[in-house]
């Protein structure tokens, strides 16, 4: 599913909700079984369009602290290919905070991707990517939704919202218009 609408229309207020790390100021916010989201759950993965990550860690580091909730067995090969496809080998061992800000998200998202989770929020998830990097991102979520995962993303371009999404969603002043 895809969240539109421009700028200050509500769509980062909105995942964040979902994702349980804001509250609504009316209303509430079911998901699956009638079940009220109230804080996040490790079967939830959520990408910000502007993550904030441990600067001085380096990216290994990071990311091995991040899926350590992955039995130990399936981190690694998890780890492998997501590094692998983001092609981040040689960026393993830097400083998260020396990063671009393309680099930054392809580590954000492999940090919401890594368990494969029930739900994916991502938020404007293509923003910093370059063309190779969206379409890696692309099949991932393919792969992912294949295996069962529901993703709620954000994203400016009715082009490609109508192309990933089974439905698109455009808001508008926090009120959804389609």
């Not at 509430?28 to 904030?52: H, M, V, W």
């Not at 380096?58 to 690694?76: A, G, T």
């Not at 910093?128 to 069962?148: F, H, N, Q, T």
């Amino acid at each position: 599913m895809c969240i539109s609408g421009g700028n200050g229309s509500g769509k980062s207020t909105f995942l964040r909700i979902i994702a349980g790390l804001s509250s609504p100021t009316s209303g509430t916010i079911k998901i699956k079984l009638n079940q009220e989201i109230r804080k996040p759950s490790p079967r939830i993965g959520f990408c910000p369009d502007n993550p904030e990550i441990y600067r001085n860690v380096s990216v290994s580091d990071f990311l091995n602290f991040i899926s350590c909730i992955i039995p130990l067995e399936i981190r690694e090969s998890q780890l492998i290919e997501f590094v692998r496809i983001f092609d981040l080998i040689k960026w393993l061992n830097v400083p998260i905070g020396t990063l671009s800000k393309g680099m930054l998200h392809k580590v954000a998202l492999i940090a919401s991707m890594i368990d494969s989770p029930q739900l994916l929020i991502l938020d404007e998830p293509f923003s910093s990517l370059d063309e190779k990097s969206a379409d890696v991102l692309i099949k991932k979520l393919r792969s992912l939704a294949s295996m069962g995962s529901s993703i709620i993303f954000a994203d400016p371009s009715r082009d490609r919202s109508e192309k990933m999404a089974d439905k698109t969603f455009n808001l508008d002043k926090s009120k959804v218009m389609s």
